[in-house]
């Protein structure tokens, strides 16, 4: 079984679109996270929720918003998609915010804007 | 404020040499601090962490760090290269105590040369 799981795995789209990408978990845990790798593999956070509560929100463009219907899942809308919003998007959970938790990834969802 | 810096892009060792690679950090208090490994086209995969107690910390693969505070320093370090551990390697730090926010280096490519 999965434990962190994303769809889809390939994202090609015109730039103007607005998109999706859906995370699931079955790890049972409280707090799921999106991050963003750039072409130079730099990791960044976007987002976390705790128990379906947004407790992180970086400096992100209003045009990316996060929903968390239930703990198991945190799914990413991207409204008049860019050029650069190209990159690898990366769900991740852990068992609780903060502390000594470590973080579970998911294998990646590469958005393409032409 | 936190930091973590990896201050080698690349890393080339021989298969069977000892390998190490560098991380240090700066937070304003306690720190956690964790090593994951991506392999191309993956999600990050957690590989060790320190807590609390013991500088040498042992993980998966045979992989170990050793946290030296006074140097604010998290090395990973391997006796004996593999070629399959030739991958991506991210250092990353959370402060004990406030921002749950896990901040992460720049990334290492180490390449293990047969």
């Known amino acids: 079984d999965t434990a962190v799981s994303q769809t889809p795995k390939y994202l090609v789209t015109q730039m103007g679109n607005d998109k999706s990408i859906k995370c699931e978990q079955n790890?049972?845990?409280?707090?799921m996270y999106w991050y963003k790798q750039d072409s130079k593999k730099f990791l960044k956070i976007m987002f976390s929720?705790?128990?379906?509560?947004?407790?992180i929100n970086e400096t992100v463009p209003n045009r990316f918003s996060p929903k968390s219907p239930d703990k198991a899942h945190l799914n990413l809308h991207i409204n008049s998609l860019e050029l650069g919003d190209s990159a690898v998007y990366f769900c991740?959970?852990?068992?609780?915010?903060?502390?000594?938790?470590?973080?579970?990834f998911g294998p990646g969802t590469r958005l393409t804007v032409l | 404020a936190q930091s973590v810096a990896q201050p080698e892009d690349q890393v080339n060792v021989a298969e069977g040499n000892p390998l190490t690679v560098k991380c240090t950090y700066s937070v304003s208090g306690n720190p956690y601090l964790f090593w994951y490994v991506q392999y191309p086209n993956r999600g990050l995969q957690f590989l060790l962490k320190y807590i609390t107690g013991d500088n040498l910390v042992k993980g998966s693969y045979g992989f170990e760090a050793e946290f030296n505070k006074s140097q604010t320093s998290f090395h990973l370090k391997k006796p004996s290269a593999l070629v399959s551990d030739s991958a991506l390697y991210f250092c990353a730090v959370r402060v004990y105590f406030g921002n749950e926010k896990l901040t992460f280096g720049t990334g290492t490519r180490l390449t293990i040369i047969p």
């Open positions: 790890l049972g845990h409280d707090t």
């Open positions: 991740a959970s852990s068992q609780r915010a903060g502390g000594e938790r470590e973080q579970f």
């Open positions: 929720y705790n128990n379906k509560e947004l407790i």
